[in-house]
C-alpha cells in the first residue's frame, strides 16, 4: 500500500529536494508551503504532487491543511517538518517580532503539525516523523539566537517524543544539515562563501539531494529501529558527540 508524506516547506530547497526524492521512492507526497505561489506550482507540475498553501505558525491552519489532505489522500504516515525561516540580528539588536517569527515558524510548527497527526500514527501503529534541525542548532551561531533556539528545541522535541511513541511503531527522529548549496547561500557574497567552505572539512558545501538522502533512509520501513536520533550532515564541520 502506498504510504502518504506531507512535507513542510516542501517546494524550494531542501524541501523541494525531499518532496522530489519521497516522490522516487513511491510515496504519495503532499507538499506544503508559505507564500511563493509560483515555486509551489512549478513544483507541483514538475514532480507531479498536491500542494497546499498552509502557515505552519498557525495551529488551526495546520489542523484544517491535515484535515484537507488526509480527506483527499488518506492518512499520514511520514511528516517531514522542514519549514523555517531566518531574521538574524544580534540579540541586542533583535525586535520581539524577529524572536517571534523564527521561533513560530520553525518551532511552533513542529508541534503544530506532529500532534493532529500523531493519533492517527498511533492507532495504526506506525510512522515516521522526521524533523529538519540545523549544524547551529547544536552549536549556535552569532547573530541567529532565535534561530539557533528553535532548532535546538526541534533536537529536545525529537529526542522526547521519541520516547513517547517507540512502543507504537513511531520513529521520531532529527537531522541537523550544515551549509547547504541553496539559494540562501548562493545570494552570499563570494568571498563570505569562501570562509564558510574553508570551515568545512569535506571541502565543500552539502547539496540538497544529500539531504533528502538521509530523510528517505529514515522513512524507509528498514529504518524502525532508530529513533530519537540526530542525524548531522554538515561536512564534519561541528562533529556532536
Not at 529536494?17 to 503532499?30: C, E, F, P, Q, S
Not at 523555517?84 to 544580534?90: E, K, L, Q
Not at 540562501?184 to 567552505?197: H, L, Q, S
Request: hydrophobic share 45%.
Amino acid at each position: 500500500m502506498t504510504k502518504t508524506a506531507i512535507v513542510t516547506g516542501g517546494t524550494r530547497g531542501i524541501g523541494y529536494a525531499i518532496t522530489a526524492r519521497l516522490k522516487t521512492d513511491g510515496l504519495n507526497v503532499v507538499a506544503l508551503y508559505g507564500g511563493n505561489d509560483e515555486a509551489a506550482a512549478a513544483c507541483a507540475d514538475k514532480l507531479g504532487v498536491d500542494v497546499f498553501k498552509c502557515d505552519v505558525s498557525d495551529p488551526d491552519a495546520c489542523a484544517a491543511t491535515i484535515d484537507e489532505v488526509q480527506k483527499k489522500h488518506g492518512a499520514v504516515d511520514v511528516l517531514v517538518n522542514n519549514a523555517g525561516i531566518t531574521r538574524d540580528s544580534a540579540l541586542h539588536k533583535m525586535s520581539r517580532e524577529q524572536w517571534r517569527e523564527v521561533i513560530s515558524t520553525n518551532l511552533d510548527s513542529v508541534f503544530n503539525m506532529t500532534q493532529p497527526i500523531l493519533a492517527g500514527m498511533r492507532d495504526r501503529g506506525f510512522g515516521r516523523i522526521i524533523n529538519i534541525s540545523s549544524i547551529n542548532g547544536q552549536k549556535g551561531q552569532f547573530g541567529q539566537t532565535n534561530y539557533s533556539a528553535a532548532k535546538a528545541g526541534v533536537i529536545g522535541f525529537t529526542r522526547a517524543l521519541a520516547q513517547e511513541t517507540a512502543r507504537k511503531g513511531i520513529t521520531v527522529n532529527a537531522i541537523a544539515p550544515g551549509y547547504i548549496e541553496t539559494d540562501m547561500v548562493a545570494a552570499m557574497k563570494p568571498e563570505a562563501r569562501e570562509a564558510v567552505i574553508a570551515q568545512i572539512p569535506v571541502g565543500r558545501l552539502g547539496q540538497a539531494e544529500e539531504i533528502a538522502h538521509a530523510v528517505a533512509f529514515l522513512a524507509d520501513d528498514l529504518a524502525g529501529f532508530i529513533t530519537g536520533a540526530v542525524l548531522t550532515a554538515n561536512g564534519g564541520q561541528y562533529i556532536a558527540a
